[in-house]
């Protein structure tokens, strides 16, 4: 950026100077159209082929609805419905919380389906960490949740040796 | 100390062992393995434990390696009802069949079931099989009793039970159980029906809402129906603005006499409006002429 910033003044004093002294076809012009950058989100860019993806890593977002589905469905985006608003902030949350208290442990993103009132949390778990401490940290984390929302939540653990692999990039 | 040492080795050619075999082990130092005198205990113990899977004898010894999936327990007469009795998400070890999900890779398949978050998303009626809705239905079966066969016709309804009470309610997710929607119950009466029996069951009831319940005096700010504007944050703020801007002490008074200028009585009135009924042109200007007023701009 700041090359052509210079690039370009050092031009505007040419132009002047080439108006005058030397005639116009040696003159380079600026371009005015908007800058259109590449859309960077949640997508990992193709590399050497070494580095291993989930599906959900793989997939980009505009393939949501399409090949992919949602990880968090609630009411209150529907017509007439409220609380959209607390509904994200509390999942936010809740993915952070996880991603915390399992740090190392997760195979994938974090599902949230509500059942009425109650949250239940579905994660999946690498075997990493012994069966004593995973079940600890599952009761602690539901009873802390539960502390925070005031309503039953509920965590669903499913465990693996690896992480799935979908593709390489 | 030689037994240390020799296991430690062991352990390396263990990783090696497992590297020439071709078995994707990636970061093997991320697995829980313990470097203590208890290594050496359990490494005796897990001796005559059962090879699983192609990893080789040597590799996690101290790790209890995990059970067979319910998958391969589970016999063609079973009762499915007990696998998944109540709704829960897809769990690839209790769900015997081959299930595929996903897009494919160029030249390939969908994932299978193994790790496939695209199963756990979506909802499953896993626990509604026929023979699970019977048992359901069996259990109520005690609890109902025969629908009389004299009100078959709508008519007859209408003539034996004419005052019709509407109420709904709502699945929503949240975390309150409550939805302000399902407050609202409607009462149909009919005039042909005895007038002054109707009338007075209606100020029975009237009054009868009116009365408080001991249960009553724990709600909470979040339980309220209504925005209030007394001892809310917007109170707070505004008050303590206030006494800062004003060049004289502090004091209870001086919170009096600010609460008692009209300027913030019109304030109190905007928000109270635009938190109740949410925003519109004329609540939007309405609290913007009472800002102005109270801040002189």
Redesign the interface.
Known sequence: MPASLSCQSVISVRNIVGTSIYNNSGTRTRYVTAACCKNRAARIRVGKGDR?L???QA?HPH?IGH?????SQ???NLQG?G?AS??TV?EVFVRCFLFGTFH?CL???I?I?????M??V?T?ML?????QKLYFLIGYTETLLSHF???PVKL?V???????V??YL | MATRTLKTSILSLGRIHCHIYGVNVRNPLNRATYATALSINTSSQNKGFPDRGNRGPFNRRSRREAGDPRTDRMPVEQDWTAVYPTATPFRQGSVPLPVRMGFPVKKGVPPEKKGNLELIKIPNFLHLTPLAIKKHCEALKPFCTEWPSALDTGAKCDEHFPVKVESKDYVSAGTSLRNPSARIVHLRVSFCVNYDYAMYLLTVLYHESWKMEAWESEKTVADMEEYSWEDSPSQKNIMSTLVRMQVEGEGEAVREELLGRPEVQEYRDSVTRLKNEGESESSMHQYRDAVKKLLNL
Request: hydrophobic content about 20%.
């Open positions: 291993p989930t599906y959900e997939l393939h090949r992919k589905g949602w990880l609630h009411t209150s419905e609380g607390d509904r509390e190392n195979a994938n993103e599902v389906k509500r059942r009425g009132n949250l239940a579905c999946l075997q990493k960490l012994p069966p929302y005031k309503c669903e499913q465990t693996l040796e690896d992480k799935a979908y593709k």
